[in-house]
């Protein structure tokens, strides 16, 4: 069985401040891959990242970097010098590639910015 | 434009009632999805198909159905709803196997009384 956990529910920052979301999960495959999407107050679901688990090279897009550590199982999800705009409910996901594409959201992180 | 289409997107239903919620996708994607998303529960996934007549239940497949006829449909059953089918409802398609990013679309929330 896959499990993610994000044992943070509810986040507050004032604006600027960097934030970091956390991602746990488990999963018995070798192959695996690991996904961020964003939430924003409107509804949808944005994609924001997807690694793969031989690919622990650390990402950083603009404000937002990625922390994955094997030894770990630990997907992490920084924003440096938040905006009002990053306010949203951010999800990790994982799907094992053993035969079946099941994917298991996190319960997601809810992100609120305050200017 | 490349985009993922539910209908309806809201729906209020009494216990019992069959209905349908239409998904489509007009990128040729191979893998396509259903997920649930309830308060503190995050998105729980339903059922997906990897291709056409191709489908396999999700964590949460009781009281739903669903066909995949053709590679752009996706339609998601519901038999007889009962009130905790009460959910907002996501689908979404991906290019080929869940490796690949989702694209998702809309949500439809859905009342049975």
């Known amino acids: 069985a896959q499990k993610v956990t994000q044992a943070q529910t509810e986040i507050s920052v004032v604006e600027k401040e960097d934030v970091t979301l956390d991602c746990v999960y488990e999963?018995?495959?070798?192959?695996?891959?690991l996904f961020w999407y964003k939430q924003p107050p409107s509804g949808e679901l944005v994609f924001l990242i997807r690694r793969n688990s031989f690919d622990e090279q650390n990402e950083i897009s603009g404000r937002y970097s990625w922390n994955f550590q094997k030894s770990t199982s630990s997907f992490n999800f920084t924003i440096t010098a938040s905006q009002v705009v990053d306010s949203a409910v951010y999800f990790c996901a994982l799907e094992t590639s053993g035969g079946y594409q099941k994917v298991t959201f996190g319960t997601g992180t809810k992100l609120q910015v305050i200017p | 434009e490349a985009q993922v289409t539910q209908n309806p997107r809201y729906l209020i239903t009494v216990t019992g009632k069959k209905l349908t919620v239409t998904c489509s996708q007009n990128m040729n994607h191979e893998y396509m999805s259903w997920y649930r998303q309830d308060p503190g529960l995050g998105l729980r996934q339903i059922y997906y198909s990897m291709n056409v007549e191709v489908t396999d239940k999700g964590d949460v497949p009781e009281g739903y159905k669903v066909s995949r006829k053709e590679k752009r449909n996706f339609p998601l059953i519901l038999e007889s709803p009962s009130p905790n089918q009460t959910s907002l409802y996501f689908c979404?398609?991906?290019?080929?196997?869940?490796?690949?990013?989702?694209?998702f679309g809309p949500g439809t929330r859905l009342t049975v009384t």
């Open positions: 979404a398609s991906s290019l080929s196997l869940a490796s690949y990013e989702q694209y």
């Open positions: 999963t018995r495959d070798t192959t695996y891959y």
